[in-house]
């Protein structure tokens, strides 16, 4: 039989919680919303209301994305979550949303969120900003975790919990927030985030770490030595891709042959791309995809190549190499594309076996035999 009442509760829950999050921009409330959802595709999927499920499951991977910094909040996820309340309640409970439901005791309005004026997104000190700016200098990269729990720690528990010694395995910490003292008076169930620095890759630090990682800064590897156009110890990558999945992959493939740096728009790749020049540590390869969240992948292509002719460096031999990596297969798009001189193209989904050739050839033209 279905418990109606269970159903009720969660769905309140749902909803309270996503109005408090459009209300306040409070993200931290994503993961309660998370969880509630993730519950009710569970719930869902026992009861045998296999398509309602389906579309719970749908909410709980935006959701995931949403936590895990990959994606933004916005009205149109508000409106995604308030229709799975809708839909929910209409097959579970036979009822239009608010008909015949109890009106929560709390008011709706929590405390507005603090407000962070430094790029991290935390209420940081002197030494911690400082901690870093130390940090961005080494090339390392900036992380955070963000962790749900209930209030009732000690202060030693807390200050020793596991992801803060993985954490140290892993690099540096930088900032605990809230600190033990603002948490042991919060409300009974909120988040904890871990700011720290580290020179790994994502995908080699989500192997330790389960919980959502946020990336704020990829690290910047600095080779020990080489020149702008002598001889290299190992090649240097640049993945330019949005799906994290896609780059995750390519990521993963790359690293294994040299230094690999991955950016998620067209702007950061850019950015990546002038500071290896800058620090005489030019790229050999480059993966763009040409459907970026702020820029076509023409326009950074078209970048690339103008930088290569101010340094006067115009030999195909001797430029970076650059593979488009996208799904299109539009011929006009291609036309257009081509005429900014791409090495080639990494056609989704990828051939892996293609790429390693290509990565082997490049490797016998620009690293020496020892």
Same mark, same amino acid.
Request: charged residues 25%; proline residues 5%; hydrophobic residues 40%.
């Given at each position: 039989?279905?418990?109606?009442?269970?159903?009720?509760?969660?769905?309140?829950?749902?909803?309270?919680?996503?109005?408090?999050?459009?209300?306040?921009?409070?993200?931290?409330?994503?993961?309660?919303?998370?969880r509630t959802v993730h519950n009710l595709k569970s719930s869902t999927a026992q009861a045998g209301f296999t398509e309602l499920s389906r579309e719970v499951h749908e909410l709980e991977?935006?959701?995931?994305?949403?936590?895990?910094?990959k994606a933004p909040w916005s009205a149109t996820r508000f409106d995604q979550v308030t229709q799975v309340i809708d839909r929910a309640r209409f097959t579970l409970l036979g009822v239009q949303?608010? !008909?015949? =439901?109890?009106?929560?005791?709390?008011?709706? +309005? @929590?405390?507005p969120?603090?407000?962070?004026?430094?790029?991290?997104?935390?209420?940081?000190?002197?030494?911690?900003?400082?901690?870093?700016?130390?940090?961005?200098?080494k090339g390392l990269g900036i992380y955070r975790v963000d962790k749900l729990f209930k209030k009732g720690l000690p202060r030693d528990i807390f200050n020793t919990l596991p992801v803060i010694e993985d954490i140290r395995e892993l690099g540096a910490p930088i900032a605990v927030f809230p600190s033990w003292e603002a948490y042991s008076e919060g409300p009974e169930e909120q988040v904890v985030?871990?700011?720290?620095?580290?020179?790994?890759?994502?995908?080699?630090?989500?192997e330790v770490l389960f919980d959502p990682l946020i990336v704020l800064r990829e690290p910047r590897v600095r080779l020990a030595?080489?020149?702008?156009?002598?001889?290299? !110890?190992? =090649?240097?990558?640049?993945?330019?891709?949005? +799906? @994290?999945?896609?780059?995750?992959?390519?990521?993963?493939?790359?690293?294994?042959h040299g230094d690999c740096v991955l950016c998620e728009s067209g702007n950061e790749g850019l950015a990546a791309f002038h500071e290896g020049w800058e620090?005489?540590?030019?790229?050999?390869?480059?993966?763009?995809?040409?459907?970026l969240p702020d820029l076509h992948g023409d326009a950074v292509l078209g970048e690339i190549r103008a930088l290569e002719v101010q340094r006067d460096i115009r030999d195909v031999a001797n430029r970076c190499m650059v593979f488009i990596n996208t799904a299109s297969k539009d011929l006009s798009q291609m036309r257009q594309t081509l005429a900014l001189e791409p090495d080639g193209y990494l056609m989704k989904p990828i051939n892996v076996d293609f790429l390693i050739d290509k990565i082997a050839a490049l490797k016998a033209q620009r690293i020496p035999l020892a």
């Amino acid at each position: 039989m279905l418990d109606h009442g269970y159903f009720e509760d969660i769905l309140n829950q749902l909803e309270m919680d996503a109005l408090n999050l459009d209300r306040t921009g409070d993200t931290s409330i994503v993961h309660l919303l998370f969880r509630t959802v993730h519950n009710l595709k569970s719930s869902t999927a026992q009861a045998g209301f296999t398509e309602l499920s389906r579309e719970v499951h749908e909410l709980e991977n935006v959701l995931d994305q949403i936590r895990r910094g990959k994606a933004p909040w916005s009205a149109t996820r508000f409106d995604q979550v308030t229709q799975v309340i809708d839909r929910a309640r209409f097959t579970l409970l036979g009822v239009q949303s608010g !008909e015949g =439901l109890p009106t929560p005791d709390k008011a709706l +309005d @929590p405390p507005p969120p603090i407000s962070f004026s430094n790029r991290w997104g935390l209420a940081l000190s002197v030494g911690e900003l400082a901690a870093c700016e130390r940090a961005e200098v080494k090339g390392l990269g900036i992380y955070r975790v963000d962790k749900l729990f209930k209030k009732g720690l000690p202060r030693d528990i807390f200050n020793t919990l596991p992801v803060i010694e993985d954490i140290r395995e892993l690099g540096a910490p930088i900032a605990v927030f809230p600190s033990w003292e603002a948490y042991s008076e919060g409300p009974e169930e909120q988040v904890v985030k871990f700011l720290f620095a580290s020179a790994k890759a994502t995908v080699e630090l989500e192997e330790v770490l389960f919980d959502p990682l946020i990336v704020l800064r990829e690290p910047r590897v600095r080779l020990a030595t080489g020149t702008t156009t002598g001889a290299r !110890e190992t =090649l240097r990558f640049l993945i330019v891709e949005d +799906d @994290p999945t896609a780059g995750g992959l390519l990521h993963y493939i790359l690293r294994q042959h040299g230094d690999c740096v991955l950016c998620e728009s067209g702007n950061e790749g850019l950015a990546a791309f002038h500071e290896g020049w800058e620090r005489g540590t030019p790229f050999d390869l480059v993966i763009l995809d040409l459907f970026l969240p702020d820029l076509h992948g023409d326009a950074v292509l078209g970048e690339i190549r103008a930088l290569e002719v101010q340094r006067d460096i115009r030999d195909v031999a001797n430029r970076c190499m650059v593979f488009i990596n996208t799904a299109s297969k539009d011929l006009s798009q291609m036309r257009q594309t081509l005429a900014l001189e791409p090495d080639g193209y990494l056609m989704k989904p990828i051939n892996v076996d293609f790429l390693i050739d290509k990565i082997a050839a490049l490797k016998a033209q620009r690293i020496p035999l020892a």
